[in-house]
Structure formats: structure tokens, C-alpha cells
């Protein structure tokens, strides 16, 4: 169990106020959904063998499980452990020290260019926590060996033991993305003059997220909300209380957890290069069960001065889809994404 004082107080006094729900009529945890059709598996070690199954995926999907990742699983599991540890430091602690170059949020996934929360009115609560640490410059954080199992969690050590998890998770990842970019580059007969700078190994960065459970909550009231990502591929590594859905066919379908694989969503700018045949996948989390759900999520986005060229859209770079995202935000409430962008 968590301590209470671990959480954001407005998720304390929300939780609070929630109504109970009737255990036999729309508790979370009743009728979970399953998965229909299991997403397709991609073997990263015979990618040259069957180049078609990725294809085939990102053109049908645009959400896939890669297994033979390379990845110790020792490391996913020390990370998803420490990840834990950390968001159970007192909500002040982690306020007060997961400042530049961490970005430490709740209630929002959307954060400006610096960092902090886009705050949007209103708009529904997203039932998660989140510390954002680019990739690039974790050698900012502390030093540590990530082994500091004495018990002792005082935010100075648990940051220590996260920057080496870390900087060896990114190198995996750095490496993960780059291999499976090429791999569709490939497929979609991308003109590497231009392709060359739509990956960019240094924008990378990684969320720890932390999404509570509420048995008092309702379906609104857990995970985040519907959105696709707007970067190029997004990396996802979960434990195993699960709780991804994606939207296909008009439906939400239940992804299942497996802890040992990761799993890769299309974004919006690979939608973007690929003249819209690949799918930038709409997904959402919904917690159902009775604790609370541990993700690593890996954004990597085009080079920054890249200019992305599609016959379906005008040229533009992910600065300028980012500017007119948190415009959105801002104004709207919600991201319009790549409409904004696209040829009449
Ligand atoms: O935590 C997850 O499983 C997904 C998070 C996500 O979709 C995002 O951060 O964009
Ligand atoms: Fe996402």
C-alpha cells in the first residue's frame, strides 16, 4: 500500500468526495474488457527476415509488442521497482526536489516545451503522476548505483539510483527506436535525405508514471484520457496491472499486460512521414484494478530544425505541430492534432 501522504492533495480530496460505487453495477474492477485480437508481436532480432509484419502492423494498428528487445529484464523490472519508490516519497519532497531538469506533474499529461503543466480550465482530471527526464541530461541528476535497497529512501538517493537505471535504459531504447525507424523507413521507401534528420536520438525523453487506482471512482475517473502521441514512436514499458487501450474499428480494446515486453505505439509525426499509412494510434489507460499501475514511456521526436514532407500535409516541423498543440490546449482544451496540418 501507498502512503497517503505520497499522493497530490487534489487526487487526496477528489478520492475523498468520489461517491462509492455499487460493487455490483460499474465497479472498476467488473467486466474488464479483453483483449479481442492480441496486438501483433514483432521479433526485433528477425526484422530483416520478415520486414512485412512491421509494416503490416503500423498500417493496421499502428500499436505493436516487440519481444527479443535486447533489454535485460532484470533492468525492467529494477526500473519499475524504483519507479515505484520514488512516487511514494511525500507528495512536498517530490515537489520540492524533481525540479530542471526533471518535470514532476499530475492531473495533466501536457506539458509545455519547459516543463510545467498546459493548465486547461475544467477539463477532466487524468488520474496519473508523472516525472519527465530527458534523456540527454541525466547526467544532471546525482550519481548512484540504483541498488540502494537499505530501505532508506530519501529523495537525494532514490534520484541517485534512477539516473543510472536510467541512462542505461536509454541507450537500449535510443537503440530499440533507431533499429525500428530504419525498419520502416525502409518499408515505406522513405527518401533518406529527408528521413535521415525524422528521427533524433537526442529529443528523447522518459516519463515514470505513477496512475492511482480509486475504488471509489468511476470509469471517468482513472488513467488518462484519449490521445494519440505526437511524437515520432513512443516506448512503453508496464508492469503488470495493465490498463493500455487503443481504438480500432470504433472500439476500445484491452491490451494485455506482459511485463517483459515492451510495447511501440505509431506517432503523430511518423503519421505524418509515412502520407498517413501508418495510423497514430488513439490509446487511453484505464485502471481496473484495485492498485496502482507503475508505466516508462519513451517519446522520441525528429530532429529539431527537421522539416517533415508529406503529400497529405503542408511542410511543417514538430516545434511548429508542438507551438499549435499547446495553442489548442490552451484555447480549446484539447489537442486537435494533425488536422491543423493537413491538405485540403
Ligand atoms: O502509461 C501508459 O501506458 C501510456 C501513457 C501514454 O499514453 C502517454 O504518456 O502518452
Ligand atoms: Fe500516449
Same mark, same amino acid.
Given at each position: 500500500?501507498? %502512503?497517503?501522504?505520497?499522493?497530490?492533495?487534489?487526487?487526496?480530496?477528489?478520492?475523498?468526495?468520489?461517491?462509492?460505487?455499487?460493487?455490483?453495477?460499474?465497479?472498476?474492477?467488473?467486466?474488464?474488457?479483453?483483449?479481442?485480437?492480441?496486438?501483433?508481436?514483432?521479433?526485433?532480432?528477425? %526484422?530483416?527476415?520478415?520486414?512485412?509484419?512491421?509494416?503490416?502492423?503500423?498500417?493496421?494498428?499502428?500499436?505493436?509488442?516487440?519481444?527479443?528487445?535486447?533489454?535485460?529484464?532484470?533492468?525492467?523490472?529494477?526500473?519499475?521497482?524504483?519507479?515505484?519508490?520514488?512516487?511514494?516519497?511525500?507528495?512536498?519532497?517530490?515537489?520540492? +526536489?524533481?525540479?530542471?531538469?526533471? +518535470?514532476?506533474?499530475?492531473?495533466?499529461?501536457?506539458?509545455?516545451?519547459?516543463?510545467?503543466?498546459?493548465?486547461?480550465?475544467?477539463?477532466?482530471?487524468?488520474?496519473?503522476?508523472?516525472?519527465?527526464?530527458?534523456?540527454?541530461?541525466?547526467?544532471?541528476?546525482?550519481?548512484?548505483?540504483?541498488?540502494?535497497?537499505?530501505?532508506?529512501?530519501?529523495? !537525494?538517493? !532514490?534520484?541517485?539510483?534512477?539516473?543510472?537505471?536510467?541512462?542505461?535504459?536509454?541507450?537500449?531504447?535510443?537503440?530499440?527506436?533507431?533499429?525500428?525507424?530504419?525498419?520502416?523507413?525502409?518499408?515505406?521507401?522513405?527518401?533518406?535525405?529527408?528521413?535521415?534528420?525524422?528521427?533524433?536520438? +537526442?529529443?528523447?525523453?522518459?516519463?515514470?508514471?505513477?496512475?492511482?487506482?480509486?475504488?471509489?471512482?468511476?470509469?471517468?475517473?482513472?488513467?488518462?484520457?484519449?490521445?494519440?502521441?505526437?511524437?515520432?514512436?513512443?516506448? %512503453?514499458?508496464?508492469?503488470?496491472?495493465?490498463?493500455?487501450?487503443?481504438?480500432?474499428?470504433?472500439?476500445?480494446?484491452?491490451?494485455? +499486460?506482459?511485463?517483459?515486453?515492451?510495447?511501440?505505439?505509431?506517432?503523430?509525426?511518423?503519421?505524418?512521414?509515412?502520407?498517413?499509412?501508418?495510423?497514430?494510434?488513439?490509446?487511453?489507460?484505464?485502471?481496473?484494478?484495485?492498485?496502482?499501475?507503475?508505466?516508462?514511456?519513451?517519446?522520441?521526436?525528429?530532429?529539431?530544425?527537421?522539416?517533415?514532407?508529406?503529400?497529405?500535409?503542408?511542410?511543417?516541423?514538430?516545434?511548429?505541430?508542438?507551438?499549435?498543440?499547446?495553442?489548442?490546449?490552451?484555447?480549446?482544451?484539447?489537442?486537435?492534432?494533425?488536422?491543423?496540418?493537413?491538405?485540403?
Amino acid at each position: 500500500m501507498e %502512503l497517503e501522504s505520497s499522493y497530490p492533495p487534489l487526487f487526496r480530496r477528489l478520492r475523498d468526495s468520489a461517491p462509492a460505487i455499487d460493487p455490483d453495477n460499474g465497479s472498476p474492477t467488473a467486466n474488464p474488457i479483453p483483449e479481442p485480437h492480441p496486438i501483433p508481436l514483432i521479433d526485433l532480432q528477425r %526484422l530483416d527476415v520478415e520486414p512485412e509484419r512491421l509494416g503490416e502492423a503500423c498500417r493496421e494498428l499502428g500499436i505493436f509488442r516487440v519481444v527479443n528487445h535486447g533489454v535485460p529484464l532484470d533492468l525492467l523490472t529494477r526500473l519499475r521497482s524504483h519507479a515505484r519508490r520514488l512516487f511514494s516519497l511525500p507528495f512536498e519532497s517530490k515537489q520540492a +526536489s524533481f525540479t530542471t531538469p526533471l +518535470s514532476y506533474f499530475w492531473a495533466t499529461p501536457v506539458l509545455t516545451p519547459s516543463g510545467s503543466a498546459v493548465s486547461r480550465g475544467s477539463q477532466s482530471v487524468n488520474w496519473v503522476e508523472g516525472l519527465q527526464v530527458p534523456v540527454g541530461q541525466l547526467s544532471l541528476l546525482g550519481d548512484g548505483d540504483g541498488d540502494d535497497d537499505d530501505g532508506d529512501d530519501d529523495v !537525494v538517493t !532514490v534520484l541517485a539510483g534512477l539516473r543510472s537505471l536510467l541512462q542505461e535504459y536509454g541507450v537500449h531504447l535510443a537503440r530499440i527506436a533507431k533499429l525500428l525507424f530504419q525498419a520502416m523507413a525502409d518499408d515505406l521507401r522513405l527518401d533518406p535525405t529527408h528521413s535521415k534528420s525524422y528521427l533524433s536520438e +537526442s529529443t528523447g525523453f522518459i516519463r515514470l508514471y505513477r496512475y492511482l487506482h480509486c475504488s471509489k471512482a468511476d470509469g471517468d475517473m482513472s488513467g488518462m484520457e484519449a490521445h494519440s502521441d505526437s511524437s515520432v514512436l513512443t516506448i %512503453l514499458c508496464e508492469d503488470d496491472v495493465g490498463g493500455l487501450e487503443f481504438y480500432k474499428d470504433e472500439q476500445w480494446i484491452r491490451v494485455q +499486460s506482459a511485463p517483459d515486453t515492451l510495447i511501440v505505439n505509431v506517432g503523430d509525426m511518423l503519421q505524418v512521414m509515412s502520407d498517413d499509412k501508418y495510423i497514430s494510434v488513439k490509446h487511453r489507460v484505464k485502471v481496473k484494478k484495485p492498485e496502482d499501475r507503475i508505466s516508462l514511456c519513451y517519446f522520441v521526436f525528429p530532429g529539431q530544425d527537421s522539416v517533415i514532407r508529406s503529400v497529405k500535409y503542408r511542410p511543417f516541423t514538430y516545434a511548429d505541430f508542438q507551438a499549435q498543440v499547446q495553442r489548442d490546449v490552451k484555447t480549446l482544451g484539447f489537442k486537435v492534432g494533425l488536422p491543423r496540418f493537413k491538405l485540403d
